[in-house]
């Protein structure tokens, strides 16, 4: 039905224009681009890439995206500061309390099923993603797409993954994800995906295992900036390499830990008040048993470092707190600091790093980097949330975004023609 309406209103609107009384230059109809004449976008996410590691040691490549393109200050993640909200708050423009991705690990009352980062079901189980990802709205505007990893992509959200998918395979090596891509944006163009997005699991992990600032984590800064060399020489050769846009985000920062500087909350709380705990390190959630929310809160209110917020009264700046998915009491340690419970404490898994704090720990800050046509050169993007990413990679690719928690007016200062 859409395209025989839009070839009628196309139609009258060349028979008004005809018999206005508009010069005959301005009477042309207005070609929209052609197909090989529209936008790329490309989309990496380097985890835990913290806002300010690539001051650590020389990275070359990014710097390039930033003399050439925009850099982010910092890049404020969503709360919880956790992988899944974080990449699918990016894929949506909306914060985890609205997309139902709460956590790394929640338990789904209206699905009567628990979800976690390592079970495959979960993962893949499109019931548990609202909102609608930037994939899902390309393809439902005839767009092709494609990823190589992106939380979301491996469930049919809205019965819809991109057209090109695959499952999560940890160990699958960075420089083929990105040769992968490469190949994609020489597809035939019939099939050639003008949105992809991709994911390297670093340095989250050698953030998590040494810290943000030990030596190893600076080799791996290193190892990503010229995996992002790689990137930026492939796509000079591309015969469409000036139709494409690059941007490089991160899903959070990381905040370093001690096993010196750790709060066993459930000592200040009585088995019996507690129906569940859920979460990681330094965030959980807690439900209590009925009756028991306000002992558990007040038992909790002096416990040093941390804080701890009856669901319906968390402060309104994290925008979290009435997703029926979340329990009805969230904790959260102060930066630096951890929370554990003593069943299997390990002091070893309490010393490098750890992100998943208050978005407004610097530590948990994430970056942007951009370059492309739609971007200026050598612009500084003031920090902005990660909600704004979905509608700004919308308006680069000419789509109608979905509602959502983000605002262009927020990141439109980054594009040549805002
Ligand atoms: P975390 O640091 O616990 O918030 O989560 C980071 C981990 O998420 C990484 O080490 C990845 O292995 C894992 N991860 C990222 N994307 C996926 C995915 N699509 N499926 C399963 N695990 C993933
Ligand atoms: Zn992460
Ligand atoms: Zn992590």
């Known amino acids: 039905m859409k395209p025989i309406r839009f070839k009628v209103a196309f139609i009258l609107t060349l028979m008004v224009s005809g018999c206005s009384f508009f010069p005959p230059s301005l009477q042309k109809p207005q070609h929209p681009p052609t197909d090989d004449q529209k936008p790329y976008v490309i989309m990496l996410s380097m985890d835990g890439f913290r806002w300010d590691y690539a001051s650590k040691v020389p990275t070359p490549n990014l710097d390039y995206v930033a003399a050439n393109g925009v850099k982010a200050e910092s890049m404020t993640p969503s709360f919880p500061t956790k992988t899944f909200p974080n990449h699918y708050s990016l894929a949506t423009g909306l914060y985890p309390d609205h997309h139902g991705i709460i956590q790394n690990t929640f338990y789904a009352n209206d699905l009567q099923a628990g979800y976690s980062i390592g079970n495959r079901d979960a993962v893949e189980n499109g019931a548990f993603y609202g909102g609608e990802p930037i994939w899902v709205t390309a393809d439902k505007q005839g767009m092709k797409t494609a990823s190589y990893f992106w939380v979301g992509s491996e469930a049919p959200v809205q019965g819809m993954h991109p057209d090109i998918w695959k499952p999560y395979q940890h160990n699958f090596p960075f420089e083929n994800r990105v040769d992968s891509v490469m190949a994609w944006l020489q597809l035939p163009e019939n099939i050639r995906p003008h949105l992809i997005t991709f994911y390297f699991h670093e340095p989250d992990g050698v953030g998590h295992r040494e810290g943000p600032d030990s030596h190893q984590t600076e080799e791996m800064i290193l190892r990503l900036d010229s995996l992002v060399g790689r990137i930026l020489s492939g796509l000079k050769k591309l015969s469409i390499k000036d139709q494409v846009n690059l941007i490089i985000v991160s899903d959070h920062g990381m905040g370093p830990v001690s096993p010196n500087r750790v ?23 807690l439900q209590p048993n009925p009756g028991f929310t306000d002992s558990v809160l007040n038992a909790l209110s002096s416990v040093p470092h941390m804080k701890s917020w009856k669901k ?11 997703n029926p998915r979340i329990y009805d009491v969230v904790l959260v340690a102060d930066s630096a600091w951890s929370l554990a419970l003593h069943k299997g404490f390990t002091p070893g898994r309490y010393s490098g790093g750890t992100h998943g704090y208050d978005n407004a720990n610097a530590d948990m800050g994430a970056i942007f980097y951009a370059l492309g046509p739609a971007f200026k050169s050598g612009y500084i993007q003031p920090k902005f949330s990660n909600v704004d990413v979905y509608g700004l990679v919308a308006k680069i690719l000419g789509l109608q975004p979905a509602p959502y928690d983000g605002n262009l007016d927020d990141v439109r200062g980054m594009l040549k023609q805002p």
Do not use: C, M, Q
């Open 312 to 322: 319906s009264a968390i402060p309104e700046r994290l925008h979290y707190g009435t």
């Open 263 to 285: 709060v066993f909350f459930e000592d200040y709380l009585k088995p019996a008040w507690i129906d569940t705990f859920l979460g990681g390190n330094p965030t959980y959630l």
